[in-house]
């Protein structure tokens, strides 16, 4: 996969620095996947979930929660935002 952008992650990190490891971890393995539908992410992240058009990752134990777009068929993921778990919650990421 394909993944835009690390930037986003690594940003992210910077301010909360005890995720950095699970973001990296992330990626890394994301970068290596061929998935080609959301039963497939979840083999590897068991509670990946769809909301929406978006896919949603907990992040290190659920305290983050990352939330991409994937394109399968281009084999693409897009990272949306990275959120606290409080921050997701509110809800309004889905208005941005």
């Known amino acids: 996969?394909?993944?835009i952008s690390r930037k986003r992650l690594r940003q992210f990190a910077?301010?909360?620095p005890d995720c950095e490891k699970s973001l990296d971890a992330w990626y890394r393995i994301a970068k290596g996947a061929r998935?080609?539908?959301l039963l497939e992410v979840q083999q590897v992240y068991s509670a990946a979930e769809a909301v929406g058009r978006f896919?949603?990752?907990n992040i290190r134990g659920n305290l983050y929660r990352l939330i991409t777009l994937i394109y399968y068929?281009?084999?693409t993921i897009v990272?949306?935002?990275v959120l606290?778990?409080?921050e997701y919650d509110k809800d309004k990421w889905k208005d941005e």
């Open 55 to 57: 896919t949603v990752f």
């Open 35 to 37: 998935w080609s539908k």
């Open 1 to 3: 996969m394909h993944v």
């Open 73 to 75: 068929p281009g084999q």
């Open 79 to 81: 990272v949306r935002t």
């Open 14 to 16: 910077d301010t909360h």
């Open 84 to 86: 606290t778990h409080a």
